[in-house]
Nanobody, 124 residues
Framework: QVQLVESGGGLVQAGGSLRLSCAASGRTLMALGMGWFRQAPGTEREFVASISWSGVGRTYADSVKGRFTISRDSAKNTVYLQMNSLKPEDTAVYYC?????????????????WGQGTQVTVSS
């Protein structure tokens, strides 16, 4: 089992930046594939970005390519999502997730563990 806790959300103006963190406890993240998803009110949870256990494999949703960057720090047992050039449509609760396969997956059903989420609000 692994427990995931997101932090770093908040209110930011359009064009601004935020960095989300996902800290793990219970076990190391080293062998796990990690992902970020988001859910806006009235919508389904959607994929944002993922990273493989090695950090080599990374995938992004088209809507965030070139603006968001996912990374991981094994020493700190933490995964990050750097979000630049934020838009109002990026407003959502952002969730961190982990999969036992160690891969950079984009489907919700491929993930085994989830955090509680952190709110990101982008004002226009």
């Amino acid at each position: 089992q692994v427990q995931l806790v997101e932090s770093g959300g908040g209110l930011v103006q359009a064009g601004g930046s935020l960095r989300l963190s996902c800290a793990a406890s219970g076990r190391t993240l080293m062998a796990l594939g990690m992902g970020w998803f988001r859910q806006a009110p009235g919508t389904e949870r959607e994929f944002v970005a993922s990273i493989s256990w090695s950090g080599v494999g990374r995938t992004y949703a088209d809507s965030v390519k070139g603006r968001f960057t996912i990374s991981r720090d094994s020493a700190k047992n933490t995964v990050y999502l750097q979000m630049n050039s934020l838009k109002p449509e990026d407003t959502a609760v952002y969730y961190c997730a982990a999969n036992e396969r160690g891969l950079a997956k984009s489907r919700r059903e491929d993930y085994d563990y989830w955090g509680q989420g952190t709110q990101v609000t982008v004002s226009s």
